[in-house]
Structure formats: structure tokens, C-alpha cells
């Protein structure tokens, strides 16, 4: 991603903080003088208008009288809560935090690139795979502290005792690949759509980018909630005691 005004800002004022974090983890920076990549001070700016927002939605709660933010948060909530539970997760309130916080999280993501002058960090492949590790691990220990270790493991054997061995390999390799799916799904989406928007909107400023970034806004959402559902689904296979 290229450079922009706010990005710019965080090189020209806090590059001497970045540059210490990298250096206590013993990382450098390609350039030292720019430290901060644009997908990562994007990343920042949708941390701290969700939690301007979370702070202003916790401080206007009500049970008489809920706000219009309030009954969309709600709402939202709920629509996930019967998506899990159709997905086959039982008690699904338990899990439905973590789906509602990866939904609006990717999808705040995801829109904010509409914005002229910004971008999608979920264009930058940093940020997919970060969030395909979040899930991966997630539903893993959500799988662990359901069934337990052992039970949990014997997931990945499979039925017959002496195909174990050969189900075991297969299972790892499985799981792996789902870190690769849900890596490439929202990356390749995010970053086709950020890509054919900017040059529609390059070429022709009148009438025909409105179009591409109602696309994009379609896009936004499909892949918020694609990624969302697919990791709804592997905790579904992984508490599940049928399995």
C-alpha cells in the first residue's frame, strides 16, 4: 500500500516509537525514516473507532428506552447467535462475542478503504492471515476446553482405530489448509475489489465509481460475513460431541 496522509503523520511524529518496538523484539524496519506500514496505522484507526464506539454505545445502554445503536448491536447479535446455533453449536451464546467482534472487526476493515485517501487493511495480506490465525487458534481451544484434550485429539483419528494413523495426517493437514482458506478468501476478495475501485475511480469520476464502490460495499459485508461463518462452522466441528 502506498503512503497516505495519516500514514505520513505516524512516519513524521512516531517513527523513533515503532522503530524501538521493532528493535526490542529484534526486528528493523526496511525503512527506518517509515517504520509504519499503511495496513497497520489503518488497523489502528478501525481499533479506535470501534472503541470510540463501543464506549459511546456501553454509555447510552438502556433497557426502557435502547438507542437506534443499541438495537442494531443487539440485533446483530442475535442474527449471529441463530447463525451458530444453525450451524449446529450448541449453546451458541457462549461463542457468539467472539463471531460479533470478528464480523464487526472485518468489516469496519473492510469499508473503511471507501474512504477517499484510505485503505482496507484487509488488503494487505498482514492482516488475513493474522485474523485466519485468531480463528484457527480459537476454535482449537474452544474444541480443548469442550471435550477435553484427549477426546479432542481423538477428533483427528477418526472412527477406525487402525486408519488412525493415516485420519491423523490427514486431519493435520486439513486443518492447516483452513488457515490458507480463510487467509486467501478475504485477501484476494478485499484486494481485487480496492484494486478495480481505484482505477474506475481514476478513470471516470462521475457515475460509474458509484457503482464500484456499491460493489465494494456488497463485497465488504459477503466476506465479513463468509469469514465469520466459516469459523463458526469450525468451532461447530470441533465442540461437537457427534463429531
Known amino acids: 500500500m502506498e503512503e497516505n496522509w495519516l500514514t505520513a503523520i505516524f512516519n513524521n511524529h512516531l517513527a523513533g516509537f515503532a522503530n524501538a518496538i521493532l528493535d526490542a523484539v529484534n526486528l528493523k524496519a526496511q525503512d527506518p525514516a517509515h517504520p509504519w506500514e499503511t495496513w497497520l496505522v489503518m488497523e489502528i ?37 441463530t447463525q451458530a446455533s444453525e450451524v449446529g453449536i450448541h449453546h451458541p451464546r457462549k461463542y457468539v462475542n ?37 480463528a484457527w487458534v480459537y476454535y482449537h481451544v474452544m474444541g480443548v476446553r469442550e471435550l477435553g484434550p484427549l477426546k479432542y485429539l481423538a477428533h483427528f483419528g477418526g472412527a ?30 478485499m484486494f481485487a475489489g480496492e484494486q478495480v475501485t481505484n482505477v474506475f475511480i481514476k478513470l471516470t469520476y462521475v457515475g460509474l465509481p458509484v457503482l464500484f464502490m456499491a460493489l465494494h460495499v456488497f463485497v465488504a459485508f459477503l466476506q465479513a460475513y463468509i469469514f465469520t461463518l466459516l469459523t463458526m462452522i469450525y468451532v461447530s466441528m470441533g465442540t461437537s460431541q457427534e463429531h
Not at 62 to 79: A, D, N
Not at 105 to 115: K, Q, R, V, Y
Not at 172 to 180: E, K, S, V, W, Y
Open 45 to 81: 484507526l478501525v481499533v479506535a473507532l470501534l472503541t470510540g464506539l463501543a464506549i459511546v454505545v456501553r454509555s447510552s445502554l438502556s433497557v426502557e428506552r435502547p438507542g437506534k445503536l443499541q438495537h442494531i448491536f443487539e440485533s446483530l447479535l442475535s442474527f449471529l447467535e
Open 98 to 134: 467472539f463471531f460479533a467482534t470478528l464480523f464487526i472487526f472485518i468489516l469496519t476493515m473492510n469499508l473503511i478503504g471507501i474512504i477517499p485517501a484510505f485503505e482496507s487493511p484487509t488488503a494487505s495480506y498482514y492482516v488475513p492471515v493474522a485474523l485466519a490465525i485468531c
Open 160 to 189: 477406525i482405530l487402525w486408519m488412525a494413523p493415516v485420519m491423523f495426517i490427514i486431519e493435520i493437514i486439513g486443518h492447516t489448509a483452513r488457515l490458507l482458506s480463510l487467509t486467501v478468501r478475504l485477501y484476494a476478495n
